[in-house]
């Protein structure tokens, strides 16, 4: 399979799940950072219904949509790294948990920055996400829902390690302590230390300026 490129931008969570995903892989690729203040004639003919990164185009076809597109890689390269496990009702699992991380987390997040959310909230999220953790994954066999490599549910969440911190440092976000969430701290720390996380992943001082120059924006200013 070639002809692989990836449309993103290299803050965006969304971004970051697919360049993380293609990185497992070990799919070469070529990646075309979009501007997103300025969009090009070929974001804008790849996802002509929402306009946003990222785009995966596989010999010529667009593929949108972060989480598709992650399902779509490991579907079409499925002896290489296999993300999705086996079992169906364990990718059900995954599924929700994903679902999750993008209506709740994520959505906490968005209106944390904006002023409309309460740090408890984010604890919360943070705590059901411990206990997603207990549930799916096996702390013996290694940190990630995966054990000792990462799955799909993983890719999904592992930006929020730099995001979080970005957060944290720039607005004000408390997170929850180690105490708290022991098995959350250490999926963090597992994906800075991930080769393809390291390669994929801004540095968090990157997500802070970044957010810094958005900031009058998320506040609505």
């Known amino acids: 399979m070639e002809g692989v490129t990836l449309l993103s931008s290299r803050v965006s969570h969304f971004s970051l799940r697919v360049k993380i995903a293609l990185l497992l892989k070990g799919i070469e690729h070529d990646d075309l950072p979009?501007?997103?203040?300025?969009?090009?004639?070929?974001?804008?003919e790849s996802n002509p219904i929402h306009k946003k990164v990222?785009?995966?185009?596989?010999?010529?076809?667009?593929i949108v949509e972060s989480v598709i597109i992650v399902q779509y890689?490991?579907?079409v390269w499925r002896g290489e790294s296999p993300l999705l496990p086996p079992d169906a009702s364990l990718r059900a699992e995954y599924r929700f948990w994903t679902d999750f991380i993008d209506k709740k987390l994520l959505d906490c997040l968005m209106r944390f920055m904006r002023g409309d959310a309460k740090n408890e909230e984010f604890i919360e999220n943070c705590e059901l996400l411990e206990g997603a953790f207990t549930k799916l994954g096996n702390e013996e066999?290694?940190?990630?829902?995966?054990?000792?490599?990462?799955?799909?549910?993983?890719?999904?969440?592992?930006?929020?390690?730099?995001?979080?911190?970005?957060?944290?440092?720039?607005?004000?976000?408390?997170?929850?302590?180690?105490?708290?969430?022991?098995?959350?701290?250490?999926?963090?720390?597992?994906?800075?230390?991930?080769?393809?996380?390291?390669?994929?992943?801004?540095?968090?001082?990157?997500?802070?300026?970044?957010?810094?120059?958005?900031?009058a924006v998320y506040r609505g200013k």
């Open 34 to 44: 979009q501007d997103l203040r300025n969009k090009g004639q070929l974001l804008l």
């Open 54 to 62: 990222p785009v995966l185009i596989h010999n010529g076809k667009p």
């Open 73 to 75: 890689i490991d579907e």
């Open 141 to 215: 066999e290694g940190p990630f829902f995966g054990g000792a490599r990462m799955s799909f549910l993983d890719v999904m969440l592992a930006p929020y390690a730099v995001w979080i911190p970005g957060i944290v440092g720039v607005m004000g976000l408390k997170p929850a302590s180690q105490e708290q969430c022991p098995r959350l701290h250490n999926f963090f720390q597992s994906v800075l230390a991930h080769p393809a996380a390291k390669l994929a992943l801004p540095t968090v001082e990157a997500l802070k300026e970044f957010l810094v120059a958005r900031s």
